[in-house]
Nanobody, 120 residues
Framework: QVQLVESGGGLVQAGGSLRLSCAAS????????MGWFRQAPGKEREFVAA????????YYANDVKGRFTISRDNAKNTVYLQMNSLKPEDTAVYYC?????????????WGQGTQVTVSS
């Protein structure tokens, strides 16, 4: 089992940047694929990015590709989401997740979320 705690959310102007962090408990962090998801008001939760256990391979949703970067530090039990060129439509609660694989339906552990608000 793994517990996840996100941080780094906040209010930023369009075009700005934020870096989200997700700290995981336990000594098995490196065994999990990690992902970021988001949920905007009135919308369903959607996939944003994922990274495999070793960190070598990453996946992105089309609308964040080229602007967001997911990375992980297995020594620190932490996964990051660097978000650049932010747009108002990126406004959402962002959730960190852990799972056996990077397929969205494989993520079984979730953090509490961190709010990201992008003003126009």
């Amino acid at each position: 089992q793994v517990q996840l705690v996100e941080s780094g959310g906040g209010l930023v102007q369009a075009g700005g940047s934020l870096r989200l962090s997700c700290a995981a408990s336990g000594r098995t962090f490196s065994r999990y694929a990690m992902g970021w998801f988001r949920q905007a008001p009135g919308k369903e939760r959607e996939f944003v990015a994922a990274i495999i256990q070793s960190g070598v391979t990453t996946y992105y949703a089309n609308d964040v590709k080229g602007r967001f970067t997911i990375s992980r530090d297995n020594a620190k039990n932490t996964v990051y989401l660097q978000m650049n060129s932010l747009k108002p439509e990126d406004t959402a609660v962002y959730y960190c997740a852990a799972g056996d694989r990077t397929m969205p339906e494989s993520f079984g552990y979730w953090g509490q979320g961190t709010q990201v608000t992008v003003s126009s």
